[in-house]
């Protein structure tokens, strides 16, 4: 299992095709900070990192080419809110008026960024399956994404510290509950953009909100 979180907005580039040699990365500037990772035997939170799309694309890809999962957070909000006169439409049978509710949210930072990693696995890897609930991941899809919190009165989430959180709150960590947003109030912009980029997600997850980890210890 590779763990990696991604600090909204500090990516340099999105990654590129390479033809038909595979995948490639685009250039970005040299550094860390920009993501972190770790494995559950790694010692360091920040084991992995990179400052570009293009090395957090590397990573994601070659681990899930090893037969690893994979569990991406980002510290943005990763769901979008339905006006009441929309919420007619907004049902987990029309998935496409979902995922078209969304689009406006797809050039948010963070959203961006995992719109190019989305996008190029889609490319390379179709066959990869994306979920936002902690249930049906752990039921072996390939990718999950969540969203990383601030504990009440901290400043700005770090990359490696939400990575280490989300090891510690893995096994009590619980998925949304109905009263929190009922179906059909809310829009998933982390399974619209899966969605977008041509890879499985499950159309009801279109209308929950993502799991959410709550960063402490950083």
Known sequence: MLVIAVQTGSLDGPAR?????????????????????????????????GATSAELFDAVFHALHDGEQVALGFDCPLTLAVAPDQASVATEADADALVNQAEPAATRPGITELGHLLGELGTWRPWTTVSTSLSRWKANTSILVWEAVPAEGSGPVTASAAADSFFRQLQTAAEPGPEEAAAGTVVNLAAATARRAGLFVDPSELARPAVSITVTGG
Do not use: I
Request: hydrophobic content about 20%.
């Open 17 to 49: 095709s390479g033809g038909s040699g595979g995948p490639v990365g685009a250039g970005g500037s040299a550094g860390s900070g920009s993501w972190a990772g770790r494995r559950h035997d790694d010692d360091r939170p920040d084991a992995s990192s």
